[in-house]
């Protein structure tokens, strides 16, 4: 069964440095997410991003992060400079088509900003 | 702002003792409630998804339903391997761009045996 995968599963940086999340979509899907959960918290979403463009994005979606499709298959998530309070789980997202598909996600990435 | 309240935080049941987890949701305009099952470290793993009110969904020992302003979960006959927090989400809006999750905080369920 097709799967969302992510790269790496646990990201450790220093504040202040830059770091690349990776996603490997569903490959017929054509709507992309980045969501986030700080540990105890919920699931927050970040950007979504359809047609090489970002569709929408969240107050937390500030100038620190962009997304990209730099090919055919991944979808990647910049974070150009860490703070500590980026550490969370950060989980890609996908989904087929339109309004009211179900969006299928990732295992996550914990990232850890020391 | 779309809101969504799940209830209660925790829930302990022994093996084979059934119970519903509450979703709550203020939106405008809901498309579409999600329960997803979130396992520890790991991504949210889909249920079921229910588009009006009065529909149901059934996998296994879970049943979701949907009302105008609530959504359950109700478990039957729990097995130790349900323990996980199940993830309510809904998707709502008006016109073509909206297309994010809002998830509540989630019920954290514990089956013993």
């Known amino acids: 069964e097709p799967e969302v995968t992510q790269t790496p599963s646990h990201q450790v940086t220093q504040m202040g440095q830059e770091v690349i999340l990776r996603c490997v979509p569903i490959?017929?899907?054509?709507?992309f997410y980045w969501y986030r959960q700080i540990l105890g918290q919920k699931v927050e979403f970040l950007v979504s991003f359809y047609n090489n463009e970002i569709s929408e994005k969240s107050e937390i979606f500030d100038d620190q992060f962009s997304v990209e499709r730099p090919d055919g298959s991944n979808f990647t998530l910049k974070i150009r400079s860490t703070k500590l309070e980026d550490s969370a789980m950060y989980f890609c997202?996908?989904?087929?088509?339109?309004?009211?598909?179900?969006?299928?996600f990732g295992p996550g990435t914990r990232l850890t900003v020391l | 702002e779309d809101q969504v309240t799940q209830s209660p935080e925790a829930l302990r049941l022994q093996e084979g003792e059934s119970s519903s987890l509450n979703c709550s949701y203020t939106v405008s305009g809901l498309r579409g409630l999600f329960w997803y099952r979130q396992d520890p470290g790991k991504g949210p793993e889909f249920l079921f998804t229910l588009y009006s009110a009065g529909e149901e969904k059934e996998k296994e020992r879970l049943k979701a339903t949907l009302t105008k302003k609530e959504s359950f979960l109700h478990i039957t006959a729990p097995k130790p391997e349900d323990s996980a927090t199940y993830l309510c989400?809904?998707?709502?809006?008006?016109?073509?761009?909206?297309?994010?999750?809002?998830f509540g905080k989630g019920t954290l369920l514990t089956v013993n045996p």
């Open positions: 989400a809904v998707q709502a809006g008006v016109g073509g761009s909206n297309y994010k999750l809002t």
């Open positions: 997202a996908s989904k087929e088509r339109g309004w009211t598909d179900t969006q299928y």
């Open positions: 490959s017929n899907h054509l709507y």
